[in-house]
T-cell receptor, first 117, second 110 residues
Framework: DTGVSQDPRHKITKRGQNVTFRCDPI?????LYWYRQTLGQGPEFLTY????????KSRLLSDRFSAERPKGSFSTLEIQRTEQGDSAMYLC???????????????FGDGTRLSIL | GQNIDQPTEMTATEGAIVQINCTYQ??????LFWYQQHAGEAPTFLSY????GLEEKGRFSSFLSRSKGYSYLLLKELQMKDSASYLC???????????FGAGTRLFVKA
């Protein structure tokens, strides 16, 4: 178990640019979540996948945000035409659920800190 | 609507006991989690309650009352390393979506 890994750890970009983040979950986990966290707040749900299917997307997520998990393993989160309000820590988490394990704790990666200039 | 409330900050003394409260109003309920988050680090799982009552795990205990929409995290024999944010999180029906509170920053002083 190597844990959840995210890349890059930090990203600084100019407003209007596109950015893409990657998350590699724990290998046997079938659920993958994306969150956004700003200073002094808890993680804010963005979207989640069950294997390769994106089953829910927050209404807070604008059309500039898109996430994929093409083979049910790693996931990418893309933000297009970044705005200063997008500056935050983007956290990925994974869990293994199903059958007699309907709800399991999520394991978080260390996050990608995005700064928009 | 969905809302989770917990105190913003708490201070306690090394060796003491502290109780961090959490109240919630969510659409559906499928369990409540407590996570610990040190500054600049990822949240780490502490405890899970789905039925009413107390769950104990070492120095940490968590209590749930579903009828009152209330939980608390109890930390005993506080250590300096317990200084962190403690996040209360509620999972909705089906366990698909987890809503986090803003967290309680705990300061442990000598």
């Amino acid at each position: 178990d190597t844990g959840v890994s995210q890349d890059p750890r930090h990203k600084i970009t100019k407003r209007g640019q596109n950015v893409t983040f990657r998350c590699d979950p724990i290998s046997e986990h079938n659920r993958l979540y994306w969150y956004r966290q700003t200073l002094g707040q808890g993680p804010e749900f963005l979207t989640y996948f069950q294997n390769e299917a994106q089953l829910e997307k927050s209404r807070l997520l604008s059309d500039r945000f898109s996430a994929e998990r093409p083979k049910g393993s790693f996931s990418t989160l893309e933000i297009q035409r970044t705005e200063q309000g997008d500056s935050a820590m983007y956290l990925c988490a994974s869990s293994l659920v199903g059958g007699d394990r309907p709800n399991q704790p999520q394991h978080f990666g260390d996050g990608t800190r995005l700064s928009i200039l | 609507g969905q809302n989770i409330d917990q105190p913003t900050e708490m201070t306690a003394t090394e060796g003491a006991i502290v109780q961090i409260n959490c109240t919630y109003q969510t659409s559906g309920f499928n369990g409540l989690f407590w996570y610990q988050q040190h500054a600049g680090e990822a949240p780490t799982f502490l405890s899970y309650n789905v039925l009413d009552g107390l769950e104990e795990k070492g120095r940490f205990s968590s209590f749930l009352s579903r009828s009152k929409g209330y939980s608390y995290l109890l930390l005993k024999e506080l250590q300096m390393k317990d200084s962190a944010s403690y996040l209360c999180a509620v999972s909705n029906t089906g366990g698909f979506k987890t809503i986090f509170g803003a967290g309680t920053r705990l300061f442990v002083k000598a």
